[in-house]
């Protein structure tokens, strides 16, 4: 098992089929291309490979804010639809709470549609709290009602 982050086209290529599994709004050049644009700001895309297969993605900032102080925050993290619980994800977030620590972080954070039940049955098993709601006006609409 082995934990890299993805800084070649290769590498984002390889990881790209998983990661469209949680981002299917996307084809694979426009994710590509997507990814590139936020890695100049920080973002960076973590892979986890088991048995020569990239099975787990995750992309993340470190970043600081008034509420978290210094933190690692988790954009998208998804296992391969065929090689879920066999390992990856508990192997990606043990990574990922070993980078946010070797890098200063105090937290780590993630949000997960409320859909998506079983992630979080997984990450209330690994020592994540619900502790918030979040709220999104998507997309923004140009035109404000003010009255």
Known sequence: MTICIASTDEELADIAPVLLQLRPQYSKESLIK????????????AYHVL???VSCV????????????KNLYVDDLVTDNSLRSK??????????????REQGC???????????????RFYDREGFHRSSLHFSIAPLGTSLNVD
Not at 106 to 120: E, N, P
Request: proline content about 0%.
């Open 34 to 45: 997507q990814i590139k644009k936020q890695q100049e700001n920080g973002f960076n895309i």
């Open 51 to 53: 048995d020569g297969q």
């Open 58 to 69: 995750a992309g993340f900032v470190i970043s600081e804010k008034l509420a978290w102080e």
């Open 87 to 100: 390992g990856s994800g508990k192997a990606m977030i043990d990574w990922l709470k070993n980078h946010a």
């Open 106 to 120: 105090t937290q780590l954070h993630l949000d997960s549609g409320m859909q998506r039940k079983d992630a979080h």
